[in-house]
Protein backbone atom coordinates (compact mmCIF):
# COMPACT_ATOMS: atom_id res chain seq x y z
CA UNK A 1 0.00 0.00 0.00
CA UNK A 2 1.23 3.63 -1.35
CA UNK A 3 0.99 5.64 1.81
CA UNK A 4 -0.53 8.31 -0.42
CA UNK A 5 -3.74 5.76 -0.78
CA UNK A 6 -4.38 6.93 2.94
CA UNK A 7 -5.64 10.04 1.66
CA UNK A 8 -8.49 8.97 0.28
CA UNK A 9 -9.14 6.10 2.61
CA UNK A 10 -10.64 6.27 6.70
CA UNK A 11 -7.81 3.79 9.20
CA UNK A 12 -6.92 3.65 12.52
CA UNK A 13 -3.32 3.18 14.55
CA UNK A 14 -3.20 0.55 16.56
CA UNK A 15 -0.67 1.66 18.88
CA UNK A 16 -0.60 4.68 20.81
CA UNK A 17 3.53 4.42 22.28
CA UNK A 18 6.13 6.13 20.51
CA UNK A 19 6.12 3.65 17.17
CA UNK A 20 2.33 5.34 16.95
CA UNK A 21 2.29 8.52 17.79
CA UNK A 22 5.67 8.65 15.79
CA UNK A 23 3.67 7.42 12.27
CA UNK A 24 0.92 9.40 12.94
CA UNK A 25 2.94 12.71 13.10
CA UNK A 26 4.50 11.61 9.37
CA UNK A 27 1.16 10.91 8.00
CA UNK A 28 -0.86 13.77 9.21
CA UNK A 29 1.94 16.27 8.01
CA UNK A 30 3.29 14.22 5.07
CA UNK A 31 -0.37 13.56 3.44
CA UNK A 32 -2.49 15.61 5.60
CA UNK A 33 -4.78 12.20 6.89
CA UNK A 34 -5.67 11.56 10.52
CA UNK A 35 -6.81 8.17 11.91
CA UNK A 36 -10.26 7.62 12.75
CA UNK A 37 -8.98 6.42 16.35
CA UNK A 38 -5.81 4.64 17.80
CA UNK A 39 -6.57 1.84 19.42
CA UNK A 40 -4.76 -0.60 22.06
CA UNK A 41 -5.06 -4.45 24.04
CA UNK A 42 -7.22 -4.48 26.56
CA UNK A 43 -3.66 -6.19 28.48
CA UNK A 44 -0.87 -3.97 26.37
CA UNK A 45 1.54 -2.17 29.15
CA UNK A 46 4.48 -0.34 28.35
CA UNK A 47 6.33 -2.15 30.27
CA UNK A 48 5.50 -2.14 33.86
CA UNK A 49 8.64 -0.40 35.49
CA UNK A 50 8.25 1.98 38.47
CA UNK A 51 6.08 5.20 37.65
CA UNK A 52 5.02 3.79 33.88
CA UNK A 53 1.59 3.93 33.02
CA UNK A 54 -0.49 2.04 30.42
CA UNK A 55 -1.37 2.80 27.12
CA UNK A 56 -4.47 1.72 28.41
CA UNK A 57 -5.23 5.20 30.27
CA UNK A 58 -4.70 6.92 27.66
CA UNK A 59 -7.83 8.68 26.40
CA UNK A 60 -6.50 10.67 23.68
CA UNK A 61 -3.69 11.78 21.50
CA UNK A 62 -3.87 15.21 19.82
CA UNK A 63 -7.46 14.96 20.47
CA UNK A 64 -8.52 11.67 18.66
CA UNK A 65 -9.87 9.05 20.74
CA UNK A 66 -7.79 6.31 22.17
CA UNK A 67 -9.86 3.21 21.84
CA UNK A 68 -9.41 -0.70 23.92
CA UNK A 69 -10.20 -3.53 21.53
CA UNK A 70 -12.89 -3.93 24.02
CA UNK A 71 -14.76 -0.90 23.94
CA UNK A 72 -14.60 -0.41 20.41
CA UNK A 73 -16.35 -3.83 19.96
CA UNK A 74 -18.97 -2.75 21.97
CA UNK A 75 -19.74 0.02 19.79
CA UNK A 76 -19.45 -2.46 16.93
CA UNK A 77 -22.34 -4.49 18.48
CA UNK A 78 -24.71 -1.05 19.58
CA UNK A 79 -24.15 0.93 16.55
CA UNK A 80 -23.16 -0.82 12.82
CA UNK A 81 -25.68 0.46 10.97
CA UNK A 82 -24.31 3.73 11.03
CA UNK A 83 -20.65 3.00 12.44
CA UNK A 84 -17.64 4.27 9.99
CA UNK A 85 -15.90 1.72 9.81
CA UNK A 86 -11.56 2.04 9.00
CA UNK A 87 -9.98 0.94 5.64
CA UNK A 88 -6.75 0.33 6.92
CA UNK A 89 -5.63 -0.90 10.15
CA UNK A 90 -2.37 0.43 10.95
CA UNK A 91 -0.10 -1.77 13.50
CA UNK A 92 2.57 0.48 14.77
CA UNK A 93 3.76 -0.98 17.37
CA UNK A 94 6.64 -3.02 18.27
CA UNK A 95 7.07 -6.37 15.69
CA UNK A 96 7.33 -8.58 19.02
CA UNK A 97 3.52 -7.90 19.17
CA UNK A 98 2.51 -7.88 15.32
CA UNK A 99 1.42 -11.25 15.64
CA UNK A 100 -0.37 -10.99 18.86
CA UNK A 101 -2.59 -7.94 17.06
CA UNK A 102 -3.28 -9.22 14.06
CA UNK A 103 -4.84 -12.39 15.47
CA UNK A 104 -7.01 -10.30 18.23
CA UNK A 105 -8.48 -8.14 14.85
CA UNK A 106 -9.42 -11.37 13.11
CA UNK A 107 -11.49 -12.43 16.09
CA UNK A 108 -13.60 -9.43 16.09
CA UNK A 109 -16.74 -10.47 16.14
CA UNK A 110 -19.55 -9.79 13.12
CA UNK A 111 -16.21 -7.75 11.78
CA UNK A 112 -14.24 -9.73 8.32
CA UNK A 113 -11.14 -7.97 8.33
CA UNK A 114 -8.82 -8.87 5.52
CA UNK A 115 -5.16 -9.36 5.51
CA UNK A 116 -5.01 -6.44 2.56
CA UNK A 117 -6.54 -4.05 5.11
CA UNK A 118 -3.32 -4.71 7.98
CA UNK A 119 -0.46 -2.60 7.46
CA UNK A 120 2.22 -3.92 9.30
CA UNK A 121 4.80 -0.91 10.28
CA UNK A 122 7.98 -3.28 10.68
CA UNK A 123 11.63 -1.72 11.49
CA UNK A 124 11.59 -0.84 7.42
CA UNK A 125 8.31 0.82 6.88
CA UNK A 126 8.83 2.29 9.76
CA UNK A 127 12.61 4.20 8.84
CA UNK A 128 10.98 4.77 5.81
CA UNK A 129 8.13 7.10 6.69
CA UNK A 130 10.04 8.72 9.30
CA UNK A 131 12.97 9.42 6.96
CA UNK A 132 10.34 11.18 4.77
CA UNK A 133 8.81 12.82 7.51
CA UNK A 134 12.23 14.44 9.16
CA UNK A 135 13.46 15.11 5.74
CA UNK A 136 10.88 17.12 5.16
CA UNK A 137 11.42 19.38 8.21
CA UNK A 138 13.62 22.35 8.60
CA UNK A 139 16.07 21.62 11.15
CA UNK A 140 19.39 21.68 12.20
CA UNK A 141 19.92 17.51 10.89
CA UNK A 142 21.00 15.92 7.71
CA UNK A 143 18.84 12.42 7.37
CA UNK A 144 21.59 9.38 6.72
CA UNK A 145 19.71 8.15 3.53
CA UNK A 146 19.37 11.86 2.06
CA UNK A 147 23.13 12.01 2.09
CA UNK A 148 24.21 8.58 0.88
CA UNK A 149 22.23 8.79 -2.03
CA UNK A 150 23.55 12.54 -2.49
CA UNK A 151 27.04 12.13 -2.52
CA UNK A 152 27.30 8.70 -4.20
CA UNK A 153 25.17 5.84 -6.21
CA UNK A 154 28.10 3.30 -4.75
CA UNK A 155 26.37 2.28 -1.73
CA UNK A 156 23.98 0.44 -3.59
CA UNK A 157 26.86 -2.20 -4.89
CA UNK A 158 28.96 -2.01 -1.88
CA UNK A 159 25.59 -3.46 -0.10
CA UNK A 160 24.99 -5.86 -2.55
CA UNK A 161 28.84 -6.97 -1.69
CA UNK A 162 28.36 -7.28 2.04
CA UNK A 163 25.51 -9.01 1.90
CA UNK A 164 26.97 -11.60 -0.20
CA UNK A 165 29.36 -11.70 2.05
CA UNK A 166 32.18 -10.42 0.02
CA UNK A 167 35.50 -11.44 0.91
CA UNK A 168 36.91 -8.32 -0.73
CA UNK A 169 34.67 -6.27 0.83
CA UNK A 170 34.91 -8.11 4.22
CA UNK A 171 39.04 -7.49 4.43
CA UNK A 172 38.72 -3.73 3.07
CA UNK A 173 36.61 -3.19 5.99
CA UNK A 174 37.62 -4.71 8.76
CA UNK A 175 40.98 -1.93 8.34
CA UNK A 176 38.53 0.07 9.05
CA UNK A 177 37.26 -1.56 12.72
CA UNK A 178 39.90 -0.19 14.66
CA UNK A 179 38.91 3.48 13.73
CA UNK A 180 34.93 2.87 15.55
CA UNK A 181 33.98 0.66 18.08
CA UNK A 182 30.14 1.19 18.31
CA UNK A 183 29.05 -1.10 21.25
CA UNK A 184 26.20 -3.55 21.94
CA UNK A 185 25.08 -3.34 25.65
CA UNK A 186 24.16 -6.97 26.66
CA UNK A 187 23.39 -7.93 30.25
CA UNK A 188 22.90 -11.70 31.52
CA UNK A 189 19.11 -10.29 32.84
CA UNK A 190 18.17 -9.76 28.75
CA UNK A 191 15.29 -11.21 27.51
CA UNK A 192 16.27 -14.20 24.91
CA UNK A 193 15.68 -12.90 21.06
CA UNK A 194 13.73 -14.81 18.51
CA UNK A 195 16.24 -13.21 15.82
CA UNK A 196 19.95 -11.62 16.43
CA UNK A 197 20.33 -9.91 13.24
CA UNK A 198 18.72 -9.19 10.08
CA UNK A 199 19.85 -11.94 7.54
CA UNK A 200 21.92 -13.17 10.60
CA UNK A 201 24.73 -11.24 9.72
CA UNK A 202 26.48 -8.90 12.25
CA UNK A 203 27.53 -5.46 11.18
CA UNK A 204 31.68 -5.70 11.84
CA UNK A 205 31.53 -1.81 13.41
CA UNK A 206 29.09 -3.32 16.47
CA UNK A 207 31.02 -4.65 19.10
CA UNK A 208 28.93 -6.94 21.72
CA UNK A 209 30.04 -5.87 25.75
CA UNK A 210 28.40 -7.19 28.64
CA UNK A 211 26.99 -4.81 31.12
CA UNK A 212 26.45 -5.16 35.11
CA UNK A 213 29.84 -7.48 34.43
CA UNK A 214 30.74 -7.04 37.63
CA UNK A 215 26.80 -8.33 39.45
CA UNK A 216 27.46 -11.67 37.93
CA UNK A 217 29.80 -14.51 37.56
CA UNK A 218 28.21 -15.33 33.87
CA UNK A 219 30.38 -14.16 31.11
CA UNK A 220 28.32 -12.61 27.68
CA UNK A 221 31.26 -11.11 25.82
CA UNK A 222 34.74 -10.75 25.96
CA UNK A 223 34.51 -6.91 26.69
CA UNK A 224 33.21 -6.75 30.12
CA UNK A 225 32.40 -3.21 31.40
CA UNK A 226 34.00 -3.69 34.86
CA UNK A 227 37.13 -4.03 32.55
CA UNK A 228 39.61 -0.98 33.14
CA UNK A 229 38.05 2.23 34.77
CA UNK A 230 34.06 1.38 35.37
CA UNK A 231 31.15 2.07 37.02
CA UNK A 232 29.81 -1.53 36.56
CA UNK A 233 28.27 -2.06 39.66
CA UNK A 234 26.09 0.39 39.17
CA UNK A 235 24.35 -1.21 36.49
CA UNK A 236 21.41 -1.66 37.91
CA UNK A 237 20.95 2.06 38.36
CA UNK A 238 22.63 2.87 34.80
CA UNK A 239 21.33 0.19 32.43
CA UNK A 240 23.25 0.25 29.10
CA UNK A 241 25.30 3.37 30.35
CA UNK A 242 27.63 1.54 32.04
CA UNK A 243 28.96 0.29 29.02
CA UNK A 244 29.07 4.52 27.57
CA UNK A 245 30.80 4.95 30.48
CA UNK A 246 33.57 2.62 29.41
CA UNK A 247 33.89 3.65 26.09
CA UNK A 248 34.56 6.78 27.51
CA UNK A 249 36.62 6.19 29.53
CA UNK A 250 38.81 3.82 28.31
CA UNK A 251 37.80 3.70 24.35
CA UNK A 252 40.00 5.25 22.45
CA UNK A 253 38.39 5.06 18.84
CA UNK A 254 38.43 7.93 16.31
CA UNK A 255 34.50 7.18 16.53
CA UNK A 256 32.23 6.07 19.66
CA UNK A 257 29.06 4.36 20.27
CA UNK A 258 26.45 2.64 22.01
CA UNK A 259 23.44 0.40 21.07
CA UNK A 260 21.63 -2.00 22.87
CA UNK A 261 20.95 -5.98 22.43
CA UNK A 262 17.64 -5.51 21.32
CA UNK A 263 18.16 -1.94 19.30
CA UNK A 264 20.77 -1.59 16.90
CA UNK A 265 21.29 1.42 14.07
CA UNK A 266 19.84 0.95 10.73
CA UNK A 267 23.09 1.12 9.02
CA UNK A 268 25.09 -1.59 7.38
CA UNK A 269 28.82 -2.24 7.19
CA UNK A 270 28.73 -0.41 3.97
CA UNK A 271 26.79 2.90 4.46
CA UNK A 272 29.50 3.17 7.75
CA UNK A 273 32.38 2.75 5.53
CA UNK A 274 30.39 5.54 3.73
CA UNK A 275 29.97 7.79 6.59
CA UNK A 276 33.88 7.72 7.61
CA UNK A 277 34.51 8.79 4.11
CA UNK A 278 32.44 11.86 4.27
CA UNK A 279 33.43 11.99 7.82
CA UNK A 280 33.28 15.95 7.20
CA UNK A 281 29.43 15.87 6.95
CA UNK A 282 28.57 14.98 10.68
CA UNK A 283 29.79 14.94 13.91
CA UNK A 284 26.75 11.97 16.02
CA UNK A 285 24.30 10.22 14.90
CA UNK A 286 20.94 9.84 16.57
CA UNK A 287 18.13 7.60 15.82
CA UNK A 288 15.01 9.37 14.58
CA UNK A 289 13.45 11.20 17.73
CA UNK A 290 10.38 9.91 19.01
CA UNK A 291 7.49 12.24 19.22
CA UNK A 292 5.26 13.17 22.41
CA UNK A 293 1.66 14.79 22.34
CA UNK A 294 1.55 17.07 24.09
CA UNK A 295 5.22 18.00 24.79
CA UNK A 296 8.04 16.19 26.18
CA UNK A 297 7.78 18.05 29.85
CA UNK A 298 6.10 14.95 31.87
CA UNK A 299 7.59 12.57 30.00
CA UNK A 300 9.88 11.45 33.01
CA UNK A 301 6.83 10.94 35.31
CA UNK A 302 6.66 7.62 33.40
CA UNK A 303 9.59 6.25 34.92
CA UNK A 304 10.88 8.55 37.69
CA UNK A 305 9.44 10.50 41.12
CA UNK A 306 9.46 13.77 40.86
CA UNK A 307 11.43 13.64 43.85
CA UNK A 308 14.40 12.29 41.39
CA UNK A 309 13.59 14.61 39.28
CA UNK A 310 14.16 17.81 41.47
CA UNK A 311 17.42 15.92 42.45
CA UNK A 312 18.54 15.85 38.75
CA UNK A 313 17.34 19.45 38.11
CA UNK A 314 19.46 20.35 41.44
CA UNK A 315 22.04 18.96 39.98
CA UNK A 316 22.21 20.26 36.67
CA UNK A 317 21.68 24.01 38.31
CA UNK A 318 25.05 22.63 40.05
CA UNK A 319 27.13 21.16 37.78
CA UNK A 320 26.12 22.46 34.64
CA UNK A 321 24.17 25.41 34.89
CA UNK A 322 24.98 27.05 30.74
CA UNK A 323 21.98 23.96 30.35
CA UNK A 324 19.34 25.50 32.22
CA UNK A 325 17.87 27.77 29.21
CA UNK A 326 17.88 24.76 26.77
CA UNK A 327 16.07 23.19 29.74
CA UNK A 328 13.62 25.57 30.48
CA UNK A 329 12.58 26.60 26.92
CA UNK A 330 12.77 22.99 25.40
CA UNK A 331 11.93 20.07 27.92
CA UNK A 332 9.91 22.09 29.82
CA UNK A 333 8.25 24.42 27.96
CA UNK A 334 7.00 22.81 24.46
CA UNK A 335 9.28 20.13 23.04
CA UNK A 336 7.96 17.31 21.20
CA UNK A 337 11.35 15.65 20.16
CA UNK A 338 12.40 12.97 22.98
CA UNK A 339 15.71 11.13 21.74
CA UNK A 340 14.86 7.66 23.25
CA UNK A 341 17.43 4.45 24.24
CA UNK A 342 20.74 6.16 25.34
CA UNK A 343 21.89 5.48 21.69
CA UNK A 344 24.15 7.34 19.79
CA UNK A 345 27.07 7.30 17.44
CA UNK A 346 29.68 10.31 17.40
CA UNK A 347 33.49 11.39 16.87
CA UNK A 348 35.49 10.69 19.77
CA UNK A 349 35.54 14.16 20.86
CA UNK A 350 31.99 14.87 21.00
CA UNK A 351 30.98 11.57 22.42
CA UNK A 352 33.05 12.32 25.03
CA UNK A 353 32.38 16.05 25.38
CA UNK A 354 28.46 14.17 25.82
CA UNK A 355 29.55 11.91 28.03
CA UNK A 356 31.40 14.31 30.48
CA UNK A 357 28.40 16.48 30.89
CA UNK A 358 26.02 13.25 31.43
CA UNK A 359 27.79 11.50 34.01
CA UNK A 360 28.85 14.87 35.95
CA UNK A 361 25.01 15.60 36.18
CA UNK A 362 23.95 12.03 37.10
CA UNK A 363 26.90 11.25 39.68
CA UNK A 364 25.86 14.54 41.43
CA UNK A 365 21.98 13.55 41.09
CA UNK A 366 23.06 10.09 42.80
CA UNK A 367 24.14 12.21 46.00
CA UNK A 368 20.74 14.31 45.62
CA UNK A 369 18.72 11.33 45.90
CA UNK A 370 16.55 9.85 48.61
CA UNK A 371 17.72 7.21 49.21
CA UNK A 372 20.90 8.01 47.31
CA UNK A 373 21.76 6.31 44.10
CA UNK A 374 24.45 3.78 45.57
CA UNK A 375 21.51 2.05 47.84
CA UNK A 376 18.58 1.35 44.89
CA UNK A 377 18.13 -0.94 41.93
CA UNK A 378 15.51 0.70 40.24
CA UNK A 379 17.14 1.82 36.83
CA UNK A 380 16.73 5.65 37.60
CA UNK A 381 19.86 6.81 36.25
CA UNK A 382 19.16 5.22 33.08
CA UNK A 383 16.34 6.91 32.37
CA UNK A 384 17.30 10.20 33.08
CA UNK A 385 20.27 9.77 31.12
CA UNK A 386 17.49 9.79 27.98
CA UNK A 387 16.57 13.09 29.03
CA UNK A 388 19.67 14.33 29.64
CA UNK A 389 20.78 12.79 26.20
CA UNK A 390 17.51 15.55 24.47
CA UNK A 391 18.56 18.08 26.77
CA UNK A 392 23.05 17.91 25.53
CA UNK A 393 21.33 17.88 21.53
CA UNK A 394 18.97 20.57 22.42
CA UNK A 395 21.26 23.00 23.90
CA UNK A 396 24.49 21.63 21.15
CA UNK A 397 22.29 21.66 17.85
CA UNK A 398 23.30 24.96 16.89
CA UNK A 399 27.03 23.99 16.62
CA UNK A 400 26.93 20.39 15.90
CA UNK A 401 26.26 18.42 12.86
CA UNK A 402 23.82 15.91 13.74
CA UNK A 403 22.55 13.18 11.80
CA UNK A 404 19.38 11.30 12.34
CA UNK A 405 19.14 7.08 11.51
CA UNK A 406 16.79 4.75 11.54
CA UNK A 407 16.72 1.94 14.05
CA UNK A 408 15.77 -1.92 13.91
CA UNK A 409 14.20 -3.51 17.06
CA UNK A 410 15.47 -7.43 17.31
CA UNK A 411 12.65 -9.71 18.82
Request: glycine share 4%; aromatic share 12%.
Amino acid sequence: MQFQELCTNSFCIYGAGIVATGVYTAIKTLYHKEPLFFMVSDCEESGGHHGEVSEQTLTEIDNIAVKSLSAWERELQNSMSDFILPKYYLIAAPQVHHSAIIASLHSVENLRIEDSQIVLFTNELENELMEAYYSSLPGHATILGQMIQRQTQEIAEEECNCRRCSETYTTDFRSEIPKIQVYQAKSHLDRPLLNQYIGNTQPLYIHPIQVGAALTSQKLADLQDNQGDNISHKNRNYCELTATYHAWRNCRAAYKGICHYRRIFDISDAQMKRLMELEQEWDVILPYPSVYYPDISKEHARYVSESDWDAMLQALKETAPEYLDAYENGIADGEQFFNNFNMLIAKAEVFDDYCNFLFKVLMRTEELTTPKGSERADRFAGYLGENLTTLYFLKNREKLKIMYAGKTWLV
